[in-house]
């Protein structure tokens, strides 16, 4: 292609763009004449738990333990089922699936993990052909998945237990050749490296679809549940606070945000147990746990309220506090009228209360989440995101559809605390409009697109700024950092500019090298766009961020950044700013510069 004909293309991109989404809306939509309900959030989990002999030392706190217990305190108590298997190279005990709503039943289930002792070799597929009986058969309408726990690789004692560990490994790839044909993950997580069988691990999770972790320290078991149960559960887990404990009784609000929430949990993850631990909530049906490693607070049908918690810790105690919340709803997906190419079809989708059956009429609700619609041509297989707009019974689009034919609509919404994703529906489209009307139209819409883009195209600029916090620094003797503020509109003359770059402006970029390869970039209506190609692991929210996955950041969204190797732990707000502020930041900056002679 000639230069000239490049910067013409170069020029007009946004213009050509903008016809291509238009051309999608005009010609690829198709309406419904039929509904879709999608299902409740129904879960069965079998944890398969190494008790050999070596867990003493691996995790002698018994911090897995711990961390089971915590995911039965958490799970949604009406459609969350729990079993367990104890192995070494016996099954030292188990217990089938069993519902986690009877207080009573839990703290049986919890008593029993506690009952549990250490002893003997490994034998890991005879603790997987256990929870796979248990287990199987899956029951219709609920999700099932195993996760399997180990420090070792298969060690047994042929002349004890009558097997061998050929006998351990046609065990493992019988039940893993079952569960891949059913659909069902196992997830596997290696305590620590050192004498764990990485390779047979990672090919059990990866046969059945799952993922395998490794907990280089006990303490990593909760990132690493946190990570399964958002990808099995439609509810998310959502950090809102760490607090720094000062010895003395402390308080913290925390707001419960939505309404039509059938249970809400809020975790606080601490080195020691709280103290006097006290909560005030309008709500009737609160219940408190308090143990060593963690604390919940689950609340029953929870109003939308602010509660305040008061606690006391250890001093200097860095308490994490969570939050999960669950939603007991079920979602619908129709069309209004005949569908015919060329006319406008309006597609509804709304919850509705899974135990009432009643519809959700709450425009404020449905306004809290992102929903999009997924219509995709069945003959043709293109498929497009078009987002829709809250109502007072649910989400609306008015659609057109550009050809007759048959199309399928799904629907997939989220807020920060909840992903749905409903049952998608078929629909078939007929023939009604001309399609010269549509080639004018497309025509007038090139016209004034190419007309608005070539005059009022904006500039992307950074605005609002970094509140950032040093939660963790690996080396004590590092001189300690205040909580930091940096303004983004001194950046407006880049496109980019990555963390390390971001925290030197401000002098204190301590164990931050490898945040050079964290990068931000300007986006429009006051975001910016998160990317890395770093080792940091890096979360917003709930999600973690993947390297060269690009995240959208809104002001009130949080950061948190761990540095390989543990180096460097902070936390970073993004927030607007005040035009005070950017004086006072200003004269800020200069202050701290000529104080350190620069």
């Known amino acids: 292609m000639q230069k000239g004909g490049r910067a013409i293309l170069k020029k007009y991109r946004i213009v050509l763009l903008t016809l291509f989404l238009w051309h999608c809306m005009l010609f690829s939509y198709g309406s419904l004449a039929q509904e879709g309900q999608g299902t409740a959030d129904a879960l069965d989990v079998m944890f398969v738990i190494d008790t050999s002999y070596s867990m003493n030392d691996t995790d002698k706190d018994k911090i897995s333990m711990e961390m089971l217990k915590l995911f039965?305190?958490?799970?949604?108590?009406?459609?969350?089922?729990?079993?367990?298997?104890a192995y070494n190279d016996n099954i030292e005990a188990y217990a089938p699936l069993m519902e986690v709503s009877s207080g009573k039943g839990k703290e049986e289930f919890k008593k029993s993990l506690d009952a549990i002792g250490r002893t003997g070799r490994t034998d890991i597929g005879l603790g997987l052909r256990k929870g796979w009986e248990l287990l199987s058969p899956a029951s219709p309408g609920r999700q099932s998945m195993i996760i399997l726990l180990t420090d070792g690789e298969i060690d047994v004692d042929s002349s004890k237990n009558q097997r061998t560990a050929a006998d351990s490994r046609n065990d493992v790839s019988d039940v893993v050749h079952q569960a891949a044909a059913k659909g069902i993950p196992i997830y596997?997580?290696?305590?620590?490296?050192?004498?764990?069988?990485?390779?047979?691990?990672?090919?059990?999770?990866?046969?059945?679809?799952?993922?395998?972790?490794?907990?280089?320290?006990?303490?990593?078991?909760?990132?690493v549940f946190n990570h399964i149960f958002a990808v099995n559960s439609k509810a998310r887990f959502v950090p809102v606070a760490a607090v720094i404990a000062t010895g003395e009784p402390q308080e913290i609000n925390i707001k419960l945000p939505y309404s039509h929430v059938a249970e809400g949990n809020i975790i606080f993850l601490s080195s020691s147990?709280?103290?006097?631990?006290?909560?005030?909530?309008?709500?009737?049906?609160v219940s408190f746990h308090n143990t060593q490693y963690y604390s919940t607070i689950k609340i029953l049908q929870p109003k939308q309220q602010e509660i305040k918690i008061r606690f006391k810790s250890v001093p200097n105690d860095v308490v994490k506090v969570s939050m999960l919340l669950h939603y007991d709803l079920e979602g619908i997906t129709l069309v209004e009228g005949e569908a015919k190419s060329g006319q406008s079809a309006l597609i509804k989708a709304q919850f509705v209360d899974s135990s009432t059956k009643e519809r959700i009429v709450d425009k404020n609700f449905y306004s809290t989440f992102t929903t999009m619609a997924i219509i995709k041509n069945l003959e043709t297989q293109e498929e497009v995101k078009i987002p829709m707009q809250a109502a007072d019974n649910g989400w609306e689009l008015k659609h057109v559809f550009r050809n007759k034919g048959r199309y399928s609509i799904a629907v997939q919404t989220n807020n920060k605390f909840y992903s749905e994703t409903l049952e998608s529906i078929e629909v078939n489209v007929?023939?009604?409009?001309?399609?010269?009307?549509?080639?004018?139209?497309?025509?007038?819409?090139?016209?004034?697109?190419?007309?608005?883009y070539r005059e009022k195209r904006p500039k992307l600029m950074f605005t609002g700024k970094i509140n950032a916090y040093y939660l963790k620094l690996k080396h004590p003797e590092e001189e300690e950092v205040p909580p930091l503020t940096i303004l983004l509109h001194h950046f407006n003359n880049q496109k980019k500019i990555n963390l390390f770059e971001m925290f030197s402006s401000v002098h204190a970029d301590q164990g931050l090298v490898e945040g050079k390869k964290v990068y931000f970039s300007?986006?429009?209506?006051?975001?910016?766009?998160?990317?890395?190609?770093?080792?940091?692991?890096?979360?917003?929210?709930?999600?973690?961020?993947?390297?060269?996955?690009?995240?959208?950041?809104?002001?009130?969204?949080?950061?948190?950044?761990?540095?390989?190797?543990?180096?460097?732990?902070i936390e970073l707000h993004y927030k607007g700013v005040k035009s005070a502020e950017t004086l006072n930041n200003d004269v800020y900056l200069y202050k701290n510069a000529e104080k350190r002679g620069l």
């Open 72 to 85: 039965t305190d958490i799970s949604y108590s009406k459609r969350t089922r729990i079993g367990f298997v």
């Open 188 to 223: 596997t997580i290696a305590m620590g490296r050192n004498g764990v069988d990485l390779p047979l691990l990672e090919g059990i999770s990866r046969m059945t679809g799952a993922a395998n972790y490794v907990a280089d320290i006990p303490q990593d078991l909760l990132e």
């Open 273 to 285: 147990a709280l103290q006097e631990t006290q909560v005030f909530s309008g709500s009737q049906n």
């Open 430 to 452: 007929r023939d009604a409009v001309p399609f010269e009307n549509i080639a004018i139209g497309i025509l007038v819409i090139a016209i004034l697109a190419m007309i608005y």
């Open 522 to 569: 300007p986006g429009s209506d006051k975001t910016i766009v998160l990317s890395h190609k770093s080792l940091c692991t890096i979360v917003v929210g709930q999600t973690v961020i993947c390297k060269n996955q690009k995240y959208v950041l809104h002001y009130g969204d949080k950061i948190y950044v761990t540095f390989p190797d543990h180096m460097a732990e």
